[in-house]
Every structure is written in C-alpha cells, then in structure tokens.
C-alpha cells in the first residue's frame, strides 16, 4: 500500500560556491524507507559538507519516517555537515516544526531559497 | 453519506473501515476520514492534520495493538456530527502498556536529547495525535472489549 521511496543524488554549487549535495525523494517515506533516506545519505562521498533534502515529490511522511529524517541528522551533525530541506507542504512544514526539526536543518520553499541559505 | 450535500446541512452520520494489520493500509484510513471530513465542510489544513493523527492511531494499532499481525484487523469508526468528527481507532490486540483515559498533556519531543543519542529518534507518534486533533483519549480493552484510541476534530463554525 506504501508508495515506494525512491532518493536520487544530484551535485549542485551553491550561490557561494560550494559543493552540495541534494537528495530528492520521491513517494512516502515511512519505516519502509530506511535504505532510501540513510542508505542514499551514507553513500554520499565523505567530504560532502553541504546536503539539502528534497521533499518536492513526497505526499506521505510519518512518524516513523520522521525518525529516518532525525536519524539523518545526528549522522550529519556527527560528521559537521550542514543541512536543509525544501519542498515540503504547509502540513509537513507544520509538522516538522512541532517536533523542532528547524533548529538542526533550515527548511525552505524551495530550492533556490535552500541553496542561498547554505 | 453517500450523497453530496453542503456542509451545513450533513446531518449525523457514521462510517466504518477495517482494515489488515498492514503498514501502509493506515492511508486506506486517512482517505475516508478526509473524504468525510470534507463533506463535513472542514477547511484542508484541518483535513491535512486529521490525515496524520488518524495514520498514526492506526500505525500504533498495528504495530503496538496488533504487534503486527497480519490475522488481526483494524477498525476505524468516523462519526460525523453536527459540529464534530469523532475517530474511534480499535485494535484487537492488548494495546499500549498505558493507564486508560485522556492523554496527559505529552511533551513536545526533545529532539535535543534525541540529537545527543540520549533519545531514540522514534517515539513521536501519541504526541502528533494529540497536537493535531481537539481531542485524544486512549481506552485500555479486556477480554471482551478492544482497545481504542478515540479522537475528536471541531469544526470551527467561524473560521471553516
């Protein structure tokens, strides 16, 4: 019944730039995620600094898939990665907020918002 | 339910799902409460919160009720009314290891001490439920009776 989660890697400069990585989602991310969200991330090369996460196409994110995204980011904080998000909906941006995601990743509208942030 | 009527002339109304103890099947759930919602007249950030908190009554039924058993069901009851959507979400297992009744005010999760590896990064769902709904109240079953949590979302005459 879950919509698989597919995650692609793309390179991208930032207006300042440097490197970073995006990771696009795709589909629900719930516990079934696990290899898309942490697996996609572990893979990316060990100098990455910069990731922003792109949520533009995820329709359905729970709290198990939350945990994936908070997992995320204590690996990231870990390694002094900076991190941001965009593309999520009003709901998740509301959501994500209540449970004070923001403080350890900047979420924006979009893409152009995220990148100038970093 | 099965005619479109505006929303201030819906008179009371139930519906029922139930639905295999599957991860995933909670979305078969969110669809009826938004498609009753909305005929109720609910604004879609509303619909939007009744979406998450009725997914994740129905991912802890499956996981902690029903400890993933697929021979066991979910069952969910919408009851409209005048002013109200009642959610009952019941499990056929024991429930969740916690006292009856309303749900004390739950703390916002400390994603500090989560960050810290203090915490684990799961445990979020109760405290969504309870800050996206109106109401949240959990009934312990017995041998005869199920577990339920059971929530309530208001339509705000003024601001719908």
Redesign the interface.
Known sequence: MQSETKARVEQLTSPAGHPVAVLRFEGDIASTSKEAVIGTYQALPKETKLVLLDFTKVDYINSSGIALVIQLLIEASNCGQKVCAFGLSAHFTKVFTMVGIPKYAGLFADQTAALAAL | MSESKSPTTLKPATVEVRVPS???????VMSTAASVAKLMGFRD?RI??LK?AV??AC?NAIEHGNRLNEKLSVGVVLSASVDALEVKVMDEGKGMNRQPGKLDKLK?????R??R?EE??????M??IQ?LVDEAEWVAGDEANSSYVRLVIRLDKNAE
């Open positions: 599957r991860l995933g099947f909670e979305k078969v950030d939007e919160d998450t997914a994740e991912i916002k999760p400390d994603l500090d989560k960050m590896g684990v990064p799961r445990g979020m769902g405290f969504l800050a």
